[in-house]
């Protein structure tokens, strides 16, 4: 064979040699950098007038941004909210857009915008604010989007008319007994489940609102049901209702602690108050600490919403304390603020009530006892008859402004 030809196929050799490795390396090299794709595997939402909920479920993290593009002429575009997640991949039975009927959104749609990316679009009827913050354990997005319902057309073709009295609108309450289904809270030393007493107390605050007050009551269980915390939320808003009272009892693994407390949304340091949110949303302490700077972000701070929360959580709470003394040995440990999941996003005053400690056996043989379950339930119809009372008395001193204005104004 001529030295020329050897050389050749040696080169070529080690040619190919080269181009194996090599290749081998960046397959290697490519499955390591590319990051793995959450996939989108559900898009939930609940509207009402002024306010609608999107929830993206997702099957792990992703990173989000989100962008709202004005109406536009030329193209006849409707002003669009979008949302791209990244790096993720969009279940097949989520291509369909998704109408929502009789909100503040024409429909949502989701694409793969591109390999890594999933676009989620709310085709808005006007420009809107919103919020946008991400839940953990399921990881979720969630989209608030808030506006004004558009005016009924005969009244937009009535305009010449003169204005008619404003008719005095009944309250609406949510009563939102916590946990249920596949999750039962938590569970006394003889095994009497949180999940069960939250809703048969719940189920009694309802009929003596009715009976005492004549409110319209929303359910958010009737029976032994999983449904999210954000969707719990979501369905005080979308029927635009006007307190919301989330009912739990409380549990600590020390067995002597026992009381009653009331909370409102907010950000703390007690260590009690954030295990104690850890254990109502289902999630991790460290993941209530990343809670903690959603909400931070979010500026919760607003008077409107703050000041009648708390009127509202100092009447439930001053007003169990007082009723239920007669058991005799009922802690006040007093009204805190804590990052509840479950209060995140309400629209109107809302509290989270603890009304004893499921885990102390004194207050577990309690809860048992259909008696003081129909005390706990006159004390909480008292507190928020005594909230309406002192809302009423502040819009009728100054009738130019609406309640929440006047409670922010004291
Ligand atoms: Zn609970």
Same mark, same amino acid.
């Given at each position: 064979?001529?030295?020329?030809?050897?050389?050749?196929?040696?080169?070529?050799?080690?040619?190919?040699?080269?181009?194996?490795?090599?290749?081998?390396?960046?397959?290697?090299?490519?499955?390591?950098?590319?990051?793995?794709?959450?996939?989108?595997?559900?898009?939930?939402?609940?509207?009402?007038?002024?306010?609608?909920?999107?929830?993206?479920?997702?099957?792990?993290?992703?990173?989000?941004?989100?962008?709202?593009?004005?109406?536009?002429?030329?193209?006849?575009?409707?002003?669009?909210?979008?949302?791209?997640?990244?790096?993720?991949?969009?279940?097949?039975?989520?291509?369909?857009?998704?109408?929502?009927?009789?909100?503040?959104?024409?429909?949502?749609?989701?694409?793969?915008?591109?390999?890594?990316?999933?676009?989620?679009?709310?085709?808005?009827?006007?420009?809107?604010?919103?919020?946008?913050?991400?839940?953990?354990?399921?990881?979720?997005?969630?989209?608030?989007?808030?506006?004004?319902?558009?005016?009924?057309?005969?009244?937009?073709?009535?305009?010449?008319?003169?204005?008619?009295?404003?008719?005095?609108? =009944?309250?609406?309450? %949510? *009563?939102?007994?916590?946990?249920?289904?596949? @999750? /039962?809270?938590?569970?006394? #030393?003889?095994? $009497?489940?949180?999940?069960?007493?939250?809703?048969?107390?719940?189920?009694?605050?309802?009929?003596?609102?009715?009976?005492?007050?004549?409110?319209?009551?929303?359910?958010?269980?009737?029976?032994?049901?999983f449904i999210p915390l954000?969707?719990?939320?979501?369905?005080?808003?979308?029927?635009?209702?006007?307190?919301?009272?989330?009912?739990?009892?409380?549990?600590?693994?020390?067995?002597r602690i026992c009381g009653?407390?009331?909370?409102?949304?907010?950000?703390?340091?007690?260590?009690?108050?954030?295990?104690?949110?850890?254990?109502?949303?289902?999630?991790?302490?460290?993941?209530? =600490?990343?809670?903690? %700077? *959603?909400?931070?972000?979010?500026?919760?701070? @607003? /008077?409107?919403?703050?000041? #009648?929360?708390? $009127?509202?959580?100092?009447?439930?709470?001053?007003?169990?304390?007082?009723?239920?003394?007669?058991?005799?040995?009922?802690?006040?440990?007093?009204?805190?603020?804590?990052?509840?999941?479950?209060?995140?996003?309400?629209?109107?005053?809302?509290?989270?009530?603890?009304?004893?400690?499921?885990?102390?056996?004194?207050?577990?043989?309690r809860l048992r006892n259909?008696?003081?379950?129909?005390?706990?339930?006159?004390?909480?119809?008292?507190?928020?008859?005594?909230?309406?009372?002192?809302?009423?008395?502040?819009?009728?001193?100054?009738?130019?402004?609406?309640?929440?204005?006047?409670? =922010?104004?004291?």
């Open positions: 064979m001529p030295k020329n030809a050897v050389r050749c196929i040696i080169f070529f050799y080690l040619l190919w040699i080269s181009a194996v490795h090599f290749l081998g390396i960046s397959q290697v090299q490519a499955s390591q950098d590319t990051p793995t794709k959450s996939l989108v595997t559900g898009i939930r939402y609940w509207s009402g007038p002024t306010h609608t909920r999107i929830v993206i479920d997702l099957d792990h993290e992703v990173s989000y941004q989100d962008h709202l593009l004005k109406e536009d002429d030329v193209l006849k575009k409707p002003p669009r909210l979008y949302i791209d997640l990244t790096v993720a991949k969009l279940s097949p039975h989520l291509k369909e857009p998704i109408p929502i009927e009789g909100g503040l959104l024409k429909r949502v749609r989701a694409g793969q915008y591109n390999p890594h990316t999933v676009r989620v679009v709310l085709d808005l009827e006007s420009v809107a604010t919103y919020k946008t913050f991400p839940l953990s354990d399921p990881f979720r997005v969630v989209i608030d989007v808030l506006g004004t319902a558009p005016a009924p057309i005969a009244q937009q073709e009535e305009t010449s008319q003169p204005p008619q009295p404003r008719q005095s609108k =009944s309250i609406t309450i %949510v *009563i939102d007994p916590g946990h249920g289904g596949e @999750d /039962p809270g938590a569970i006394g #030393p003889t095994g $009497l489940k949180e999940k069960d007493v939250v809703l048969k107390l719940s189920q009694r605050v309802r009929d003596k609102i009715n009976k005492k007050l004549g409110w319209d009551v929303i359910m958010t269980r009737d029976d032994d049901r954000d969707e719990r939320t979501a369905i005080a808003n979308s029927k635009n209702a006007d307190l919301f009272l989330s009912i739990h009892a409380n549990a600590c693994t020390d067995r009653i407390e009331s909370f409102v949304l907010g950000t703390t340091t007690d260590k009690v108050a954030l295990r104690l949110a850890a254990k109502e949303n289902n999630i991790s302490t460290k993941q209530v =600490s990343d809670l903690q %700077v *959603i909400l931070a972000d979010l500026k919760l701070n @607003d /008077p409107h919403k703050v000041i #009648p929360s708390n $009127l509202l959580a100092d009447c439930v709470q001053g007003s169990l304390v007082k009723d239920l003394q007669h058991y005799g040995q009922v802690r006040d440990l007093g009204v805190k603020q804590a990052p509840f999941v479950v209060l995140i996003g309400a629209e109107m005053p809302s509290i989270l009530v603890e009304v004893s400690f499921i885990s102390n056996p004194r207050e577990e043989k259909p008696r003081y379950l129909n005390a706990l339930a006159d004390a909480i119809v008292d507190g928020l008859k005594q909230y309406a009372h002192g809302v009423k008395m502040i819009t009728d001193y100054q009738p130019s402004l609406s309640a929440s204005t006047a409670l =922010s104004s004291n």
